[in-house]
């Protein structure tokens, strides 16, 4: 099925407006791009930073021409530095400070802290073992008897190896949990619950670096400047993810004023509270709900706006998906909430181009529907300006379609609902195009498809196909956004 609804065309903005928009959309690229490479040029220092005191203090000799056992210490020693250091980086990435959120967005923060994860734990396991058969080289023992015999050794005799050991036993079992079979059998309670061990990790961590590690306690200004970074660190996980968060629930005192049913498996929840437009927060963007409620007080999950935030309340969709998701229809008027956000770059400040396409399957819809409200009450916006795909396998999974359809009409806009069961390979139903590929069929229904800024959310897969199609269609990168709302 393939609906569209569309008003009388009103005059255009003038192009004093879009010169405004465009540059405004230009600034915002130049300040990312900008920030971005400090960010990227500030970790890529403090690496390159740890390893150049480490060959100046002796270390680069021991690689050289130490013997076999110094040679295996030296290597741990390194590898246990730079570990720490891509540690902190990883934690960072994670603490949802503003600059990196607006800069990455959460999800490319969350993907390479995930990447760096995958780098980091392995470094830590080759930091303990070299130090293993260094330790029982230098004490004479044979390696295939050594790696038995000297953690026991190391534990009685090396100052908090007790707690090293806890730190790297949960690092493992948090690298082995974030393996995606894991995560899906664990389910994101229980994984969020076993990373929070992240924290405790490096916590315990500390005493055993500024106990034994030489290349950090040879020099009180090396050793004041890893303080100062894992202060800093502390600081901002402290801050931006527990005070923060606190002190905003508390500030605006949040309570759900009503829940209502959408579809059969979907369900709106507004939440009401004082001062809202203090959290500055804007459509497309997400906040870690968290409902004091029994079954739902233990874990926040992340779900987006699909209102344009109006300075009383905010408002979410969420489909069932698992038990935390349905048990929100429950939820009773006046429940406390607490939310952590708003978070996410997947706002029209990347916007450079009069018109724009929102596309959107399943309940990827949700910020998409904001996106369209604040899009068509902008006034640099023209009337068809805005045109709206919304991808479904049946009509009755269109969630907020009376929504859309009502923003699009009253605009001028275009709105297009496309369902049918899916079809290999396409992230369109078989009867859009009548046999021509994607990028085609796409290009036919939204005419000038190459001057659009390009808006898409949904599942990971179909999003995949819809970058492939813009692509094909020569939409330039610069011009698509998205975001990817994953654990």
Do not use: N
Request: one cysteine or more.
């Amino acid at each position: 099925m393939a609906a569209s609804s569309q008003t009388q065309p009103l005059p255009a903005p003038g192009r004093a407006r879009r010169r405004q928009l465009h540059l405004r959309g230009r600034r915002h690229q130049q300040w990312r791009a900008r920030v971005g490479d400090l960010l990227e040029l500030l970790a890529a220092g403090l690496l390159v930073t740890t390893v150049s005191i480490f060959l100046r203090d002796g270390g680069g000799q021991h690689l050289v021409t130490g013997s076999w056992g110094s040679r295996l210490v030296a290597v741990g020693q390194l590898t246990g530095l730079v570990a720490v250091d891509l540690l902190l980086v990883q934690m960072l990435l994670a603490a949802r400070v503003p600059w990196v959120d607006r800069v990455y967005g959460s999800d490319r923060a969350l993907k390479a802290h995930r990447v760096l994860g995958r780098v980091t734990v392995p470094l830590v396991v080759v930091h303990a073992e070299s130090l293993v058969l260094g330790y029982a080289a230098r004490d004479g023992m044979p390696w295939w008897s050594g790696w038995l015999r000297e953690p026991f050794a190391m534990l009685s005799g090396v100052p908090d190896m007790l707690t090293a050991t806890i730190a790297l036993a949960l690092l493992v079992l948090i690298a082995v949990t974030s393996v995606r079979a894991a995560m899906r059998r664990v389910g994101y309670e229980r994984w969020h619950l076993v990373h929070l061990g992240a924290y405790a990790a490096v916590t315990l961590a500390i005493p055993h670096q500024l106990s034994v590690g030489s290349d950090i306690t040879r020099s009180g200004l090396v050793r004041a400047a890893w303080l100062g970074l894992y202060v800093l660190v502390a600081a901002s996980i402290a801050w931006w993810r527990f005070a923060l968060p606190v002190v905003r629930s508390v500030r605006h005192r949040l309570y759900v004023e009503r829940v209502v049913q959408e579809t059969p498996d979907t369900w709106s929840v507004t939440v009401k509270g004082r001062d809202l437009d203090a959290l500055q927060a804007r459509a497309g963007q997400f906040f870690q709900w968290r409902f004091l409620t029994r079954g739902l007080w233990a874990a926040a999950h992340p779900w987006s706006l699909s209102a344009q935030p109006d300075g009383r309340t905010l408002r979410l969709t969420v489909r069932e998906l698992g038990d935390h998701s349905t048990r929100l229809a429950g939820l009773r008027p006046g429940t406390r909430v607490l939310v952590e956000g708003p978070y996410g770059a997947f706002t029209t400040h990347r916007r450079t181009r009069r018109r724009v396409l929102l596309l959107a399957a399943g309940i990827g819809v949700t910020p998409i529907r904001a996106l369209a409200e604040e899009l068509a009450r902008d006034p640099v916006t023209a009337p068809g300006d805005v045109t709206v795909v919304y991808r479904a396998d049946r009509a009755s999974q269109l969630a907020l379609r009376d929504e859309l359809d009502e923003v699009s009409r009253h605009g001028g806009h275009r709105l297009h609902l496309l369902t049918g069961p899916p079809v290999r390979g396409s992230w369109l139903p078989e009867h859009v195009g009548r046999g021509d590929d994607d990028a085609t069929a796409l290009a036919a229904l939204v005419p000038h498809l190459r001057e659009h800024d390009v808006y898409l959310c949904g599942p990971p897969v179909w999003m995949d196909l819809v970058h492939t199609s813009l692509r094909r269609a020569r939409v330039p990168r610069a011009h698509i956004h998205d975001e990817r709302f994953s654990w």
